[in-house]
């Protein structure tokens, strides 16, 4: 992986502008977004940021930051979080006004419940009611504008001098990257930007306001959590909220290693350790299966690294007695808790809390706890190609098929459907999968999947998204964006005609109602008429194959469809899928507390 992240993204470079003697507000405002080293700002076009947008054209020369567009606001969000998932660094989404902002407030829930570090610029106004225009300033200024998305940011803050502004920008970059990350907002005034100032303002250097560095548990407390792992009968690690890095990759593995631990790790969270490795367990989830709940009831103690959702996690292995194993948590998720969202889940028990970020507490384990004796696991077996009978594919098959399809090449599976299970697909390097959403918004996939191929561009991975037809078609306009920008990537629909979770929702209620099963479907179908995937795709300018309904047929197209990708196209490959979830998947999304 290069550090070049969306290296040669198709640039609109602007005529020269001629130099002038006056000093715009908006141009000080984007000389601290150059000088924050910020590479893309996403946007859909709004007459409350017009000052802030002439100057990113005409100041900087659509250049560091360069503009991307985007058709609706919460793509420009989401493609920002997929980029960040990929890189750890924010980008800059820009929603326009009041309505923009309220476009964009899924994806900026999303990013929020998912820890991701998103910098969302916003405008309004002008704040000062003599200087709007009739009717339409008026209904597109708000008294308190931040107060809409309070609850699921970190920071939000509406400056009123270009000091505040310039100020606010490096607040916002650091509070945003601070963990527990997550996404904050500032929104300018739109007098302010079209301001005129006596000159251009002396910048802060924006290296001495950045986020500090990771905390690090007292020694005593290390020393504790050493001494229960080395002395473990037989200790679990909970792989949860980690980095990309390849170094904390390695040293999480050592851990592993060196206790002899056994490992779970969760598909909503991105590849956190290796899957074939004979300590990994059993195969990710959502939810546990019951060799997963198996191992984690066996264990005397468990280090839970960030996982999400550990309470829930230890009830799915315990129930309602109680948790039998002592308790590491490694984390620093609670600081961004509120009474708003239950984003949070259930409070854990709790035996030892290392209060600071997964990466330093391994590093810091590492040399302190001894080595175990080997633990016997049985052989896991590779994940078997799933046989193509008759009728409609299989979500299994189609794995099997892509898994093929893409041979020895490095693949970055930027977003999976709810229908894989963890067996289908092995991941030996942090780049292999990115995870979900955070906060189940359907239509995130397309534009998460642009931004992770934003940043994969130029690099030696294949970005490769599994995507439902739900959330393709709820996000489907992103992909133009992809295609003006010439990104790179491989798209297939995991198409079974259906918002597949709620029939089973459907099925739930129906049996405790003691009525029929056979009407789940209703309300839930996408098949009279069935949408044309592949010509959504064609018509914003990107490659589109199917709907393909044989395994050989998917063979062939997927061959030219990563030949394309290769030569810097943006593939759509539209699959019909039978429906079907994974026993576990099933259970934990239908489940209710009787």
């Not at 923009?100 to 405008?123: E, K, N, Y």
């Not at 990708?565 to 539209?574: I, L, P, S």
């Amino acid at each position: 992986m290069t550090n070049s992240y969306g290296a040669g993204v198709r640039r609109d470079i602007p005529q020269t502008s001629a130099p002038g003697e006056t000093v715009w507000a908006s141009d000080a405002i984007a000389e601290m977004l150059r000088s924050m080293d910020i590479p893309f700002v996403l946007l859909n076009p709004g007459a409350s940021f017009r000052g802030l947008h002439d100057s990113l054209v005409n100041h900087l020369g659509n250049e560091k930051p360069q503009m991307v567009v985007v058709l609706h606001e919460e793509h420009a969000v989401a493609i920002a979080h997929g980029y960040t998932k990929v890189t750890g660094k924010p980008l800059i989404a820009i929603l326009h006004s009041n309505v923009g902002l309220m476009h964009g407030t899924m994806a900026i829930f999303d990013a929020w419940v998912d820890r991701v570090p998103v910098i969302v610029l916003g405008a309004t106004g002008p704040v000062d009611a003599a200087k709007r225009r009739p009717w339409i300033d008026w209904i597109h200024t708000a008294q308190d504008q931040g107060a809409m998305v309070r609850n699921f940011t970190k920071w939000d803050a509406q400056p009123a001098s270009i000091g505040a502004a310039q100020e606010a920008l490096l607040r916002a970059h650091q509070i945003a990257t601070t963990a527990p990350q997550g996404p904050v907002y500032v929104c300018f005034d739109a007098a302010l930007q079209e301001s005129k100032l006596p000159e251009m303002p002396v910048l802060a250097d924006p290296a001495r306001y950045l986020a500090p560095p990771p905390a690090r548990p007292s020694d005593a407390v290390l020393a504790q959590a050493a001494d229960l792992l080395s002395n473990a009968r037989r200790p679990v690690i909970l792989m949860g909220r980690v980095t990309r890095d390849m170094a904390g990759w390695e040293r999480r593995v050592q851990l592993a290693e060196t206790l002899q631990a056994e490992v779970l790790t969760d598909l909503r969270v991105g590849a956190a350790f290796p899957t074939d490795h004979p300590l990994h367990a059993a195969p990710s989830g959502a939810f546990l299966t019951p060799a997963a709940q198996e191992v984690l009831r066996g264990a005397d103690v468990v280090l839970s690294l960030d996982w999400l959702d550990l309470s829930g996690t230890l009830k799915q292995a315990w129930g309602d007695q109680p948790v039998g194993s002592k308790v590491i948590q490694v984390s620093v998720d609670h600081y961004s808790h509120n009474g708003w969202s239950m984003d949070h889940q259930g409070l854990p028990p709790v035996d030892l809390f290392l209060l600071c970020e997964p990466e330093p507490a391994v590093a810091l384990l590492n040399p302190l706890v001894r080595q175990r004796p080997r633990l016997e696991t049985s052989k896991r077996a590779a994940p078997a190609a799933a046989p193509a009978g008759p009728g409609l594919m299989t979500v299994a098959t189609l794995a099997a098929t892509v898994k093929k399809a893409v041979g020895d090449r490095k693949v970055c599976l930027m977003r999976l459907p709810l229908s894989w299970s963890g067996e289908m697909w092995d991941f030996r390097h942090p780049l292999d999968f990115l995870g979900y959403d955070g906060g189940g918004g359907i239509g995130s996939g397309p534009g998460m999947s642009i931004g992770s191929a934003l940043a994969l561009k130029g690099s030696d991975r294949l970005p490769v998204a599994i995507i439902g037809d739900g959330d393709f078609m709820m996000g489907v306009n992103a992909l133009w964006t992809a295609a003006n920008a010439r990104i790179p990537m491989l798209v297939v629909v995991c198409n079974n005609r259906s918002f597949f979770n709620d029939e089973l929702h459907q099925e739930r209620v129906a049996r405790q109602r003691n009525r029929p099963v056979e009407n789940r479907w209703i309300g839930q179908r996408i098949s009279d008429p069935p949408p044309d995937l592949a010509m959504m795709a064609r018509g914003q300018g990107l490659k589109g194959f199917g709907p393909v309904q044989d395994v050989a047929e998917l063979s062939q197209v997927l061959e030219g469809a990563i030949a394309a990708v290769q030569n810097g196209e943006t593939v759509v490959v539209d699959v019909v899928v039978q429906t079907g979830y994974s026993p576990a998947m099933t259970a934990g999304m239908t489940r209710s507390k009787e």
